[in-house]
């Protein structure tokens, strides 16, 4: 079946611009993660889905960063007046369980944003 | 807090050598964890994974011995093809669900 999607692959902008980015979990998967990966670096958490909630929110870096899911699947993550220091890959993962420590997160291929 | 550790890179080998990569943890109480592997313009896969003390992850023939007593979860692999080129990163999840990675590990394979 389909894995998760990520779109856009590669997103350009420039500073001070607003930008929405979206992920297309595997059906079915209730839990639903962002990350950030900047280069040379392992991903970082930003925020933790279960169904329509965001139940961990913890690894947001400030308010300019919001991320909805509200129908359960698909999920937005909202960037407010973009900084160079946001560009990064955004990746999305998502797992079937109840987000438990041992639950497989199956990645997306990311996307690319560059803020200038 | 949690941290994992591994060897930088890049890794470069040829085709059947043996491969390591290191990675070693800090985490409090026992944590679970898991490499996974980043192909050229792919997403993060899971690559094998150990939940407890003494356990042996396996996967393509990779291998990883969860080592609580050194704090290790070192990946090998007895003889490395040209596809086994790719970023590795040892992760941990402990006391919740959010993993933290290490930095990443590029191998290099060459014919």
């Known amino acids: 079946g389909a894995g998760v999607s990520q779109t856009p692959s590669n997103k350009v902008t420039e500073k001070g611009k607003y930008v929405e980015l979206r992920c297309d979990p595997i059906s079915g998967h209730t839990a639903l993660y962002w990350y950030r990966q900047s280069l040379g670096q392992g991903p970082e958490f930003l925020i933790y889905?279960?169904?329509?909630?965001?139940?961990?929110d913890s690894g947001l870096p400030n308010d300019r960063f919001f991320a909805v899911r509200p129908e359960g699947s698909v999920s937005t993550l909202k960037i407010q007046r973009t900084e160079r220091g946001d560009s990064a890959v955004y990746l999305c993962?998502?797992?079937?369980?109840?987000?438990?420590?041992?639950?497989?997160?199956?990645f997306g291929p990311g996307t690319r944003l560059t803020v200038l | 807090g949690n941290s994992v550790t591994q060897m930088e890179g890049p890794v470069t080998l040829s085709e059947e050598a043996f491969l390591t990569i290191n990675c070693t943890y800090t985490a409090t109480g026992y944590p679970s964890l898991f490499w996974y592997v980043q192909y050229p313009g792919e997403g993060l896969q899971l690559l094998l994974k150990?939940?407890?003390?003494?356990d042996k992850g396996s996967n393509k023939g990779f291998e990883a011995t969860y080592r609580k007593e050194t704090t290790s979860f070192h990946l090998e692999k007895g003889s490395v093809q040209v596809s086994d080129s790719a970023v590795y990163f040892c992760?941990?999840?402990?006391?919740?669900?959010?993993?933290?990675f290490g930095r990443g590990t590029s191998l290099i394979v060459h014919p």
């Open positions: 993962a998502s797992s079937l369980g109840s987000g438990g420590a041992t639950d497989t997160q199956y």
């Open positions: 150990a939940t407890k003390a003494d």
């Open positions: 889905f279960q169904g329509t909630g965001a139940a961990d």
């Open positions: 992760a941990l999840t402990g006391g919740s669900y959010i993993p933290t």
